[in-house]
């Protein structure tokens, strides 16, 4: 399960209220960077049968099943640093990451 602290829930919800088709936030992992694996976002404009749709608060969160045990039990935050601001993945299932931050790798 995937579960969204509330000021992540209040960024989805500002930025699905602005696009129009979506339905909720998309979360995947693609094969990529040095570590092995990176974070996917986009909006969520259909669920199809091979999705997992996680709803908290008000908003969903739909992940394909190909990504969902790498994000089993991730935390999904919204943090706002000056004037930079970001989703961040609390991701337990993490066991390295490259020294830019943009791939990790994890247990298999």
Request: some cysteine; hydrophobic content about 40%.
């Given at each position: ?11 989805i919800q500002t ?80 066991i390295s990451a ?11």
């Amino acid at each position: 399960m995937i579960t969204l602290t509330a000021t992540a829930v209040a960024r989805i919800q500002t930025m699905v209220a602005k696009k129009e088709t979506a339905i909720g936030l998309r979360i995947g992992v693609t094969e990529s960077g040095c570590s092995g694996y990176s974070y996917a976002l986009d909006f969520a404009e259909t669920v199809a049968d091979n999705d997992t749709v996680i709803e908290q608060d008000g908003v969903k969160v739909v992940v394909d099943d190909s990504s969902m045990p790498l994000l089993n039990d991730m935390e999904l935050d919204f943090v706002k640093e000056g004037l930079n601001q970001s989703f961040k993945f609390n991701n337990p299932n993490v066991i390295s990451a490259c020294g830019c931050g943009e791939s990790f790798s994890v247990t298999k």
